[in-house]
């Protein structure tokens, strides 16, 4: 028996601005019974806020919606979900000492007389929800003790609760490997057959092509294509040239300010170099006077690759040179005493301290410089040096005495850099220099990136934008699963938006 398609989601004219920047601009987007619509688009497109808006956690600004033919204009979660919308969001949302069951009922618990938690009916009902989804979990395991793929059924049995007919998947597949996605794909694949339409959001191109009946392109905020994979055989490539438009082979102003490829000396080396679980095997130079580009996709092992060689999370495996001397830093502190700095990507936790200066962030690392020989520091001296930087790196500003919390996040950011430029070190690490900050404060950081390769810094970027690392890198590394899969280089004709999309969506 067919179960005939039911119009559940219908949306026309949604438009999303936030502090006067336009995010959706118009969007158009409809969603059927027994269906899974991904949403796909680069970074920044607008999807996650399509789903938000969904979802009510964000209010649209004008347009139309409509659920199961009933207009709606949603002001909270809570009337997305009376209208049958659940969501599983990127973000984990479990407590790891509380039951299955009690995630499942968090703030939805039920009562017994009005008094006390009804933990019976609560487990019976959360034994019936992965009945329906098809997955064993005892409900009254602790989350602790889950697989991944357990976990996020757990939090897909969480957004069941409420019996929705609509079901919003954010980067569902992020912590999995392969075979828990494929797991977690099947479950999907079931609820489709019950009904339930499903929009699936993710940045792995090709589980969009495995998993999608459509394909919807959004581009800076506008519908720019649907694509029909109901017979499952639409090409990856397909879809990343859909989402790039006439960008393909994009080249911004900064183009012409990289230098050749540098044949200085080698500053940092690795040689099979590795983390258990986190990475292995990984060998590259980084010389002299270079920027390298770090590309993958989330939990790809960037970041924990950057986190080992700054010693805040020490490699077990290989060998780590610098300047041709074998170091192994166990500590941040003996990174930068080294010569290596990093630039982290939660700029507000771990970069600066955002009770002090401007002042301060600046020299924080670099006390020792300031002292005198009775240990006290040098105030005017301090005040000077800062005072240098801010004018240099053109820091907005009423003066070094400014709480740094008051800045904007790309000045906030140019804070940050300063702080290394003035502690001169040889390696600079950086994830994701330009996390939100605006377009403006991205170019000028790119130029403060690209002045200290000309001053013979090495200097290594990682992006989830292939924008960004196109325009200030000389080479770029792909990584996948822990392990450098593939090298790009200046001038080689993967060197593009496209080709690199491809590079980190193939490995």
Request: aromatic share 6%; net charge negative; charged share 30%.
């Amino acid at each position: 028996m067919i179960m005939e398609e039911k119009l559940l989601l219908k949306m026309e004219d949604i438009r999303k601005s936030f502090l006067g920047v336009e995010v959706l601009k118009g969007i158009h987007f409809e969603l059927k019974s027994g269906e899974i619509v991904s949403l796909a688009g680069t970074n920044g497109a607008g999807k996650s806020t399509l789903s938000n808006v969904i979802m009510g956690i964000y209010t649209k600004d004008s347009g139309e919606m409509w659920i199961n033919g009933k207009e709606v204009n949603f002001e909270s979660p809570k009337d997305a979900e009376k209208c049958g919308v659940g969501m599983v969001h990127q973000e984990p949302t479990l407590v790891n000492n509380m039951k299955v069951y009690e995630n499942i009922f968090l703030n939805n618990e039920l009562i017994r007389k009005g008094l006390w938690l009804d933990a019976e009916k609560m487990r019976q009902e959360s034994r019936r929800i992965l009945d329906f989804i098809g997955f064993d979990i005892d409900p009254n395991e602790k989350v602790e003790n889950l697989t991944l793929v357990q976990k996020e059924v757990v939090e897909i049995a969480k957004a069941m609760l409420l019996n929705p007919s609509i079901l919003i998947l954010d980067e569902v597949t992020a912590p999995l490997n392969l075979a828990e996605v494929e797991h977690l794909f099947q479950i999907i694949r079931d609820l489709k057959k019950k009904g339930i339409g499903i929009i699936f959001i993710g940045h792995k191109i090709k589980e969009l092509t495995q998993i999608s009946d459509r394909v919807v392109i959004i581009r800076d905020g506008c519908n720019a294509g649907e694509i029909d994979n109901s017979e499952g055989n639409v090409e990856e490539r397909v879809i990343i040239h859909s989402m790039l438009g006439e960008t393909e082979g994009w080249q911004e102003e900064y183009s012409e300010k990289k230098a050749e490829e540098s044949r200085e000396e080698v500053l940092l080396s690795l040689e099979s170099f590795g983390r258990k679980g986190a990475f292995e095997d990984v060998t590259f130079d980084l010389h002299k006077g270079e920027i390298i580009g770090l590309a993958g996709l989330k939990g790809s092992g960037i970041t924990e690759l950057m986190f080992s060689i700054y010693g805040a999370a020490p490699g077990d495996t290989g060998v780590m040179k610098l300047e041709n001397r074998e170091i192994s830093p166990r500590s941040p502190h003996q990174a930068i005493r080294l010569g290596i700095g990093m630039i982290t990507n939660d700029r507000q936790k771990e970069n600066i301290a955002m009770t002090q200066s401007v002042k301060d962030n600046i020299i924080i690392t670099s006390l020792n410089e300031f002292k005198t020989r009775f240990r006290t520091l040098k105030g005017k001296k301090l005040k000077k040096v800062s005072d240098q930087y801010i004018e240099k790196l053109s820091v907005k500003t009423t003066g070094g005495s400014q709480l740094i919390q008051f800045l904007s996040g790309g000045n906030q950011q140019k804070v940050v850099v300063a702080k290394w430029m003035l502690r001169d070190m040889k390696v600079l690490l950086i994830d994701e220099p330009t996390r939100g900050v605006d377009v403006k404060a991205k170019n000028e950081i790119y130029d403060l990136l690209i002045e200290q390769k000309r001053q013979g810094k090495a200097v290594m970027v990682s992006s989830p934008e292939e924008r960004e690392l196109l325009n200030i890198s000389d080479r770029i590394l792909v990584v996948s699963h822990g392990r450098i899969r593939k090298e790009i280089r200046k001038g080689d004709p993967e060197f593009s938006e496209a080709g690199l999309m491809e590079a980190v969506h193939a490995s």
